[in-house]
T-cell receptor, first 115, second 114 residues
Framework: AQSVTQPDIHITVSEGASLELRCNYS??????LFWYVQSPGQGLQLLLK??????LVQGIKGFEAEFKRSQSSFNLRKPSVHWSDAAEYFC?????????????FGSGTRLLVRP | DAGVIQSPRHEVTEMGQEVTLRCKPI?????LFWYRQTMMRGLELLIY????????DSGMPEDRFSAKMPNASFSTLKIQPSEPRDSAVYFC????????????FGPGTRLTVT
């Protein structure tokens, strides 16, 4: 069965420090992969996506993620965190092909930023 | 573009009452999704429409829940009768059909059933 695991429920980093949020997926073929961010009281906003090609993808707000097939991972990174990055982050996986509608979401990682 | 629009943003109702949530997808998007988010269960897909037709409603929790999409620019999610365990944030999302396009989420409706 398809699944997405975000092993860290909470992460706290200092402002200016680097960040890595982990995401592991279970899927039989090459999936489509997404990272979304949710600020309090808001909907989910797409940060970046991976469909194929270069395994290092750049997103908005200075985020990047690397697809590692051998590790079934799609970790999100940012070299220097800003206080405004405090939010909840969701990794999602979708099946390839025409029926790529159904996204499976991870349980989320809440990022806290220390001043 | 205005993005996905949902109304109301907040709804407080008493158990047993009917609740109707509304969604206007992004113009040109022909796939629409309803999700429910709770602390206990996270983000759950309730139902998915393609070209106004319900494709997968396997996530609808029970017969008290129903969804319609009478045209390409409007969808409703109805709960009748509502129960306290329906309290959650309900999101609508839309995307272009046919490909691995990303879903665009609305701001959500926070439903509280007392």
């Amino acid at each position: 069965a398809q699944s997405v695991t975000q092993p860290d429920i909470h992460i706290t980093v200092s402002e200016g420090a680097s960040l890595e949020l982990r995401c592991n997926y279970s899927y039989g073929a090459t999936p489509y992969l997404f990272w979304y961010v949710q600020s309090p009281g808001q909907g989910l906003q797409l940060l970046l996506k991976y469909f194929s090609g270069d395994t290092l993808v750049q997103g908005i707000k200075g985020f990047e993620a690397e697809f590692k097939r051998s590790q079934s991972s799609f970790n999100l990174r940012k070299p220097s965190v800003h206080w405004s990055d405090a939010a909840e982050y969701f990794c999602a996986v979708g099946p390839g092909g025409d029926s790529s509608y159904k996204l499976i979401f991870g349980s989320g990682t809440r990022l806290l930023v220390r001043p | 573009d205005a993005g996905v629009i949902q109304s109301p943003r907040h709804e407080v109702t008493e158990m047993g009452q009917e609740v109707t949530l509304r969604c206007k997808p992004i113009s040109g998007h022909n796939s629409l999704f309803w999700y429910r988010q709770t602390m206990m269960r996270g983000l759950e897909l309730l139902i998915y429409f393609n070209n106004n037709v319900p494709i997968d409603d396997s996530g609808m929790p029970e017969d008290r829940f129903s969804a319609k999409m009478p045209n390409a620019s409007f969808s409703t999610l109805k709960i009748q009768p509502s129960e306290p365990r329906d309290s959650a944030v309900y999101f609508c999302a839309s995307k272009l059909a046919g490909g691995p396009y990303e879903q665009y989420f609305g701001p959500g409706t926070r439903l509280t059933v007392t």
